[in-house]
């Protein structure tokens, strides 16, 4: 298996991930991947509890997987959020990414 | 347009203050995120896919140009420069921060706006027709009852915990331009025999999950039982909506499990207690209020040969004169509807710059009033017969000119997956799709009177049931599916599409809908009869056929 763990970020909405040593990012490719439900379970608990320090809101696991070295979401919905609306490439992460990519 | 009192304005600048009082207690911990979320919601704040978004008021879908120049300016100071129109008459903004969002409100107090009621088990703003007070077939001017409704329903305290959401519509010509069947309450004004203004009153309707006409309740309720009326169908709602179900929740389920004529006697038993008591209407209250929605003063019409020029000479008037005018009731007017269906834009949309040429059209040609439709278009509801040419232009030059209102490409479209949080497949790429596939100005008039509605869920924001052609996007198998369906109308002669038959994929479902287009193009009996008219002549099978061949 393979998961992440997402959530908003409070201030301002914004989709993250729970990164290495507990810190939350915002692009999926930092997001620490896990391979055991125990890792799993402790990467919830570890977002709980930065949710009840009101960093996040709405904590949960996805399903990712890799293709061609590059970490996606399983899900179209969580491709959506990792991306930015579809029809709208100016907007989101993925016009950050662009943005940083020119 | 109705101008805050002193209560009014307080009101608005109380509630502001205390929900900037909540984010501050949100943001350092002392609420949770549990003890937070209908505070905000009734704030009309949600949290979607990539960020939080704000749905404003626009009540009654009423606005002038002050107001949407501050639309402009927030989607500019706090969003990407843009924001949503809605099939509720609302605008909703799809990037704030939360932290900004009490400053947000306090801008929008400055120029008599919120987003009070805009979500929550409350009434939400009750929605009217676009036309009001411009139409020619109207019978009296529908706002000046919303916003009778709107001081009745305000914090009512008695109506903020209800079963589920509860939304009220009325239209004020016979020709219902409001949806008024498909609203928990529809109403539509009427004149009795005796010549008195009251209203046919329709309980029950609704779209989502499950779709239902609103069932009639009253040919004639007099305008003075107005307030004690609907207040009656809410007690009974209140105290009999389920509350163990929330898909079970609407009044139209209550309707429907208890039966008509039941729940009418406890309609009226109820507003035999209270009926000329406390919430009879005034008629000096109702003029008062009417004194605001006082026509603006006409001027005599202007020269309208710029007008019969303009048809023969400025490139794609004739088709903008033909579609996107309304009949007005003053000789040399007309109300004019601003597409925010370009081919290939997404529906509702428009950018902060579109909304500050509005507010300048408006303020201009327009007697400084704007409009917001439920189909998600602009219109200036009094302008100048004569002065329409130069609005074109205007127009033109800022993408709003496209001449397709009621047309195919004049298509309703909820945000979907792109953005909600509810979605379960996308919307607003469908609708770019069809409107680009039928975008040519030729298509468009072959194909004549169409209306698509489209829906990313079940919760049927786009109002698919009630399109000609409806289409709604599920999730199956981790793929985006879209099911079609037929013959749905939300007019005076309301009706639910009916499933055609097995969905398409996002790949498939344009040319689905293109095979049913081309099959109502085949049968018609002439270019006269339109798709829905066709389609309740023959019903389904040639569509069906069509699309899956003969069985």
């Known amino acids: 298996m393979m998961k992440v763990v997402t959530a908003n970020r409070l201030f301002d909405g914004e989709v993250v991930w729970l990164g290495a040593g507990g810190r939350w990012v915002e692009d999926l490719g930092e997001a620490h991947v896990l391979e055991t439900k125990e890792a799993e379970a402790e990467a919830l608990e570890e977002g709980a509890a930065s949710a009840d320090r009101q960093e996040v809101v709405d904590v949960y696991s996805i399903d990712v997987t890799v293709e061609e070295g590059v970490l996606i979401p399983v899900r179209f919905r969580e491709q959506i959020r990792a991306a930015g609306p579809t029809m709208r490439l100016d907007l989101g992460k993925q016009a950050r990414r662009r943005v940083n990519a020119a | ?551």
């Open chain 2, 1 to 551: 347009m109705y101008r805050y009192d002193e209560f009014d304005r307080e009101f608005v600048l109380a509630r502001v203050a205390q929900f900037s009082d909540q984010v501050r207690r949100r943001l350092s911990g002392d609420l949770t995120e549990e003890q937070f979320k209908p505070l905000r919601l009734m704030n009309g704040l949600y949290l979607q896919l990539h960020a939080y978004m704000l749905r404003v008021a626009v009540p009654y879908g009423t606005m002038n140009s002050v107001q949407m120049r501050r639309l402009a300016h927030i989607a500019r100071k706090y969003d990407h420069g843009y924001g949503h129109f809605t099939t509720r008459q609302n605008i909703q903004f799809n990037w704030p921060r939360l932290d900004e969002t009490p400053e947000i409100l306090s801008e929008l107090a400055e120029v008599e706006m919120h987003a009070i009621q805009t979500s929550g088990n409350c009434i939400r703003n009750v929605t009217a027709d676009h036309f009001a007070g411009a139409a020619a077939d109207e019978i009296a001017d529908p706002r000046v009852y919303a916003e009778i409704l709107r001081q009745w329903s305000s914090l009512h305290p008695e109506f903020s915990f209800l079963p589920r959401k509860f939304k009220i519509a009325i239209t004020g010509a016979p020709n219902d331009r409001a949806a008024v069947q498909v609203h928990d309450i529809g109403l539509q004004l009427a004149r009795n025999e005796e010549g008195e203004t009251g209203f046919t009153v329709y309980v029950g309707g609704g779209l989502g999950r499950t779709p239902m006409i609103g069932r009639k309740v009253r040919d004639f309720l007099p305008e003075a039982d107005l307030l004690a009326y609907t207040e009656a169908i809410l007690r009974v709602y209140n105290l009999y909506g389920r509350r163990d179900n929330k898909y079970k929740a609407r009044i139209k389920i209550l309707v429907h499990e208890t039966g008509l004529e039941e729940l009418k006697a406890d309609i009226e038993r109820e507003f035999e207690a209270i009926r000329g008591g406390i919430l009879t209407l005034p008629k000096d209250e109702v003029d008062r209020i009417e004194a605001y929605f006082a026509p603006p003063v006409f001027k005599a019409p202007g020269d309208e040969s710029h007008f019969a020029a303009a048809i023969e000479t400025m490139p794609g008037f004739a088709d903008f004169a033909q579609r996107n005018l309304n009949e007005h009731h003053q000789p040399g007017y007309t109300s004019v509807t601003i597409s925010l269906k370009p081919i290939g834009g997404a529906p509702g949309d428009a950018s902060a710059e579109q909304m500050d040429v509005v507010a300048d059209l408006a303020e201009k040609y327009g007697h400084d009033e704007i409009r917001v439709s439920h189909e998600q278009n602009l219109v200036l509801p009094h302008v100048l017969k004569a002065d329409v040419p130069a609005i074109y232009q205007v127009l033109k030059e800022h993408g709003l000119a496209e001449a397709n209102a009621g047309l195919v490409t004049d298509i309703i479209a909820c945000p979907g997956m792109d953005y909600c949080a509810l979605a379960t497949a996308r919307s607003i790429p469908v609708a770019q799709r069809l409107s680009e596939r039928f975008g040519t100005p030729e298509r468009q008039k072959e194909i004549g009177d169409l209306k698509i509605k489209i829906s990313g869920c079940i919760n049927a924001c786009g109002h698919h049931h009630v399109g000609h052609i409806g289409i709604l996007g599920v999730e199956k198998k981790g793929k985006e599916f879209y099911q079609i369906t037929l013959g749905g109308s939300a007019d005076e002669k309301s009706s639910i599409g009916e499933i055609v038959g097995r969905g398409f994929s996002y790949e498939e479902v344009v040319d689905a809908v293109e095979t049913v287009v081309d099959t109502y193009l085949n049968i018609r009996s002439g270019e006269e009869e339109d798709f829905l008219q066709a389609y309740r002549r023959v019903g389904e099978t040639p569509f069906k056929e069509a699309l899956y061949g003969t069985q």
